[in-house]
């Protein structure tokens, strides 16, 4: 909003519910301003230790919505037409004192809550066999013998992703339009459990509960079968096939492929042939069938308001 209209209403006095134009912000003693600029800029972002997902292997937080921000960067910015340069860097470092941090998560908004939820989740499978067929008839194309180790490494990898997008399709699509399946991932998934929550908050988060979920999940990796299993679990009660050893290996070797550039953690190479593909095709199909059919008869099972019908607040207090 660098360019703000002199007389664009946009700027919310907190004390009196009114929006102020810019000519109005900059007409009011610099407490007022201030508090204002203080309230816009919290009502936009937040400290990423409240709410955003920290992944230490990946070396911090993940900004699924947006960050890190800089907090003068942000204020001037949005305020550089109205208020001092010297003020803003004066607001700026109060806020980083107050709140113990420089560094912001974008708070999610409105147009972060809409979900897409025009497909169904009997879209997945045929989706995905429409892509096996794709990867079988790209083995049936002759490939030179110098391009083949590379083509079938490529393929190979695909395979798992496959796996891995069924997996992921499924388990958000059903999550995020089931209230009883919401709860049960809420309840149980440690990035939510360790969230606190100030009681005047309650009903922002409760709003925005279908979205976080469906931003945290789009950034799980859904080829960990051994975290995915545990999911489907305890949310789905879904058990994954006994016989998932052959997959597992592959879910290793796909990641030797595009992490070690085909190499082993011991530097040896990964050569691939046609019937290795061939086989992991097999075995993923099998997989995801088996999966299917039981995701199928939970679906028929459920008797869940869905998110488009009912929206998320609670119970009347008894």
Same mark, same amino acid.
């Given at each position: 909003?660098? &360019?703000?209209? =002199?007389?664009?209403? $946009?700027? /919310? +006095?907190? !004390? #009196? *519910?009114?929006?102020?134009? @810019?000519?109005?912000?900059?007409?009011?003693?610099?407490?007022?301003?201030?508090?204002?600029?203080?309230?816009?800029?919290?009502?936009?972002?937040?400290?990423?230790?409240?709410?955003?997902?920290?992944?230490?292997?990946?070396?911090?937080?993940?900004?699924?919505?947006?960050?890190?921000?800089?907090?003068?960067?942000?204020?001037?910015?949005?305020?550089?037409?109205?208020?001092?340069? &010297?003020?803003? =860097?004066?607001?700026? $470092?109060? /806020? +980083?004192? !107050? #709140? *113990?941090?420089?560094?912001? @998560?974008?708070?999610?908004?409105?147009?972060?809550?809409?979900?897409?939820?025009?497909?169904?989740?009997?879209?997945?499978?045929?989706?995905?066999?429409?892509?096996?067929?794709?990867?079988?008839?790209?083995?049936?194309?002759?490939?030179?013998?110098?391009?083949?180790?590379?083509?079938?490494?490529?393929?190979?990898?695909?395979?798992?992703?496959?796996?891995?997008?069924?997996?992921? &399709?499924?388990?958000?699509?059903?999550?995020?339009?089931?209230?009883?399946?919401?709860r049960k991932f809420v309840e149980s998934d440690p990035i939510f459990e360790e969230q606190k929550i100030a009681t005047a908050d309650i009903f922002h988060h409760m709003d925005s509960i279908p979205s976080r979920v469906k931003n945290h999940l789009h950034v799980l990796p859904f080829h960990r079968l051994e975290k995915v299993q545990a999911m489907y679990s305890s949310v789905m009660g879904i058990k994954f096939p006994a016989s998932m050893t052959e997959i597992i290996k592959a879910v290793q070797i796909r990641h030797d492929v595009v992490h070690r550039n085909g190499l082993t953690k011991d530097g040896a190479a990964i050569v691939l042939s046609r019937t290795e593909v061939e086989n992991l095709l097999m075995h993923v199909e099998q997989f995801v069938s088996a999966v299917d059919k039981k995701v199928r008869d939970l679906v028929d099972g459920l008797d869940s308001p869905e998110l488009t019908d009912v929206p998320i607040h609670p119970q009347p207090l008894s």
């Open positions: 909003m660098g &360019d703000t209209s =002199e007389n664009e209403s $946009g700027y /919310l +006095e907190p !004390e #009196s *519910g009114r929006d102020l134009t @810019a000519k109005e912000l900059r007409a009011l003693d610099p407490e007022q301003q201030k508090r204002i600029v203080k309230h816009w800029f919290l009502e936009r972002y937040e400290n990423p230790a409240q709410n955003t997902p920290y992944d230490s292997a990946e070396g911090g937080y993940i900004y699924i919505w947006g960050g890190p921000h800089d907090t003068d960067e942000v204020l001037q910015s949005e305020f550089h037409q109205i208020i001092s340069e &010297d003020f803003l =860097e004066q607001i700026a $470092g109060e /806020l +980083e004192e !107050e #709140s *113990g941090t420089g560094e912001w @998560a974008s708070i999610p908004g409105r147009e972060d809550f809409e979900l897409d939820l025009d497909y169904g989740v009997s879209d997945f499978y045929p989706r995905f066999e429409g892509s096996v067929e794709v990867v079988r008839r790209l083995l049936r194309e002759k490939i030179n013998e110098s391009e083949q180790a590379a083509f079938f490494a490529l393929l190979y990898v695909n395979a798992i992703t496959l796996l891995e997008a069924y997996l992921a &399709d499924v388990f958000i699509s059903l999550v995020v339009k089931h209230l009883l399946l919401l």
